[in-house]
């Protein structure tokens, strides 16, 4: 099939349908039998429009008088065109043009004119000051193509220059990592037998069992995926089972596990001894897990549905380890899912802070004397991180923040409270961690 074609009905659907854009270029770049380059070329456009949309609907409107009347496919149309005439060199504008006026074509004749007119209009007007005039925040919501209340949320909890950088820096492309799998290889034969199979790659930024891979076919589809040695995984995830003091034998609870991507990093760590108890309240979800354990070899796992904001008597003091990997807003992992720029609402942020302080409360029951629970948000709003943990630690006597310590990089910052944010980067998402300690008072 045509790649504008799969482009535009990947955008309908994230658009429109609130599907997840990885999940659907995945479906589609599959299902179609797409070759390599243009996997490439759709998977730029897709996720460049995803993310530039609301600066590409600014830039429409300046050529159409009501875009709440033009028909949705034919938005996408002009979308994706825009998002390659002002921010894509390897296309041809008046190739990308022609293009977007053939597909229009199939909605209809009126339609090719429509989008031919517009889209002609926008190129002769490409280098005018689209934003001349317009109050500096707006100007800069714009700019980077964030809504209003993120760009407001980060300045007002990061500072000007900081959200700057954030926003700059979640506007990237996303890299790919992933992790060796040492209770199937060594490292470094894992690293040469990828640099064999034509990747392009390199030694992780900050954890010794990362590699970057910078360039090559999908990894998943490669047989080191999957027999089991590697597993994908951004850096900053891969920060946290390491830090968790595992030893071989512990008992350790994941209360919101799925994917499997921390749960199976604790397993390897265990060696495959002790148990480690994988929940999540989906059901569907449970299989993700397993199939990630069965295809790394993980033998030490067990799988319960479960909603861990709901108190379960049965693992009161069980444990040694509690991961909370809690839901999230997700603001630091928009660099992987643009969407949650449009999809995530301001009034979402409280009722995620009451669901994750209820599933704090019932993993602290859950764990030994001397026992930690650990922590962890893939966001960077601080009523999620810094504010819950200090609510936690003001209502548990028996509950200490211990220190961690990642070296010293300008994207990762020690909070006060001990806890530590990592701001994106081109290699990294943005998280949170907060390791505590249960000691007897
Ligand atoms: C950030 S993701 C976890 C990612 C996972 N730890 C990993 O490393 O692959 C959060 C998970 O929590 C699950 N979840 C959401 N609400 C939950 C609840 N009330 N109880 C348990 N799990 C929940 C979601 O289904 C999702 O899989």
């Not at 609130?18 to 179609?32: G, Q, V």
């Not at 995830?237 to 604790?266: F, Q, R, W, Y």
């Not at 990630?292 to 040694?320: H, M, P, S, W």
Request: with cysteine; glycine share 4%; net charge negative.
């Amino acid at each position: 099939m045509n790649a504008r074609k799969i482009i535009v009905e990947i955008l309908d659907n994230v658009f429109y349908n609130a599907a997840y854009s990885n999940i659907e270029l995945t479906k589609r770049l599959n299902r179609d039998n797409v070759n390599d380059k243009d996997k490439g070329l759709i998977t730029e456009i897709v996720y460049g429009t995803v993310r530039y949309k609301d600066k590409i609907d600014f830039i429409i409107k300046n050529f159409i008088k009501d875009v709440k009347l033009v028909e949705p496919r034919i938005l996408n149309i002009l979308r994706a065109t825009v998002y390659q005439i002002m921010f894509l060199d390897r296309v041809p504008s008046y190739a990308a043009v022609n293009e977007a006026v053939q597909l229009a074509k199939e909605v209809s004749f009126n339609s090719s004119k429509f989008v031919n007119g517009v889209l002609r209009n926008i190129l002769r007007n490409q280098d005018k000051d689209f934003y001349k005039g317009l109050e500096p925040r707006k100007a800069m919501a714009v700019n980077y193509s964030f809504p209003n209340w993120m760009v407001d949320l980060f300045i007002n909890q990061y500072g000007m220059d900081v959200a700057k950088k954030i926003m700059h820096n979640l506007n990237n492309t996303p890299n790919v990592t992933v992790r060796v799998n040492e209770l199937k290889g060594d490292y470094d034969e894992v690293f040469t037998s990828l640099e064999e199979n034509g990747y392009d790659i390199a030694e992780g930024v900050i954890c010794p069992e990362a590699i970057q891979i910078n360039k090559g076919s999908n990894v998943e589809n490669n047989s080191l995926f999957k027999d089991g040695y590697i597993t994908v995984q951004d850096e900053s995830a891969m920060l946290i089972a390491p830090n968790m003091d595992i030893e071989e034998g512990m008992k350790v609870l994941d209360l919101c596990s799925a994917p499997g991507g921390k749960t199976t990093h604790i397993s390897e760590l265990l060696n495959n001894t002790g148990t480690v108890i994988a929940c999540d309240i989906y059901d569907h979800k449970i299989n993700l897990i397993k199939e990630n354990c069965d295809r790394l070899g993980i033998t030490n796992v067990e799988y319960k549905i479960q909603d861990a904001t709901q108190e379960n008597k049965e693992f009161i003091k069980f444990a040694d380890r509690v991961l909370i990997d809690v839901p999230c807003s997700g603001l630091g992992i928009i660099r992987k899912k643009p969407e949650i720029k449009w999809t995530k609402k301001k009034e979402d942020l409280h009722s995620l802070t009451k669901i994750q302080r209820e599933i704090m409360v019932n993993s602290w029951e859950y764990l030994k004397d001397e026992g930690i629970m650990f922590y962890s948000t893939c966001t960077l709003n601080k009523h999620e991180n810094e504010d819950n943990i200090n609510w936690f630690i003001s209502q548990h006597k028996d509950a200490i923040i211990e220190k961690m310590y990642f070296g010293k990089a300008d994207n990762i910052v020690y909070n006060e409270n001990g806890t530590v944010t990592i701001l994106p980067t081109e290699a990294m998402d943005g998280f949170f961690l907060a390791k505590i300690k249960k000691v007897s008072r």
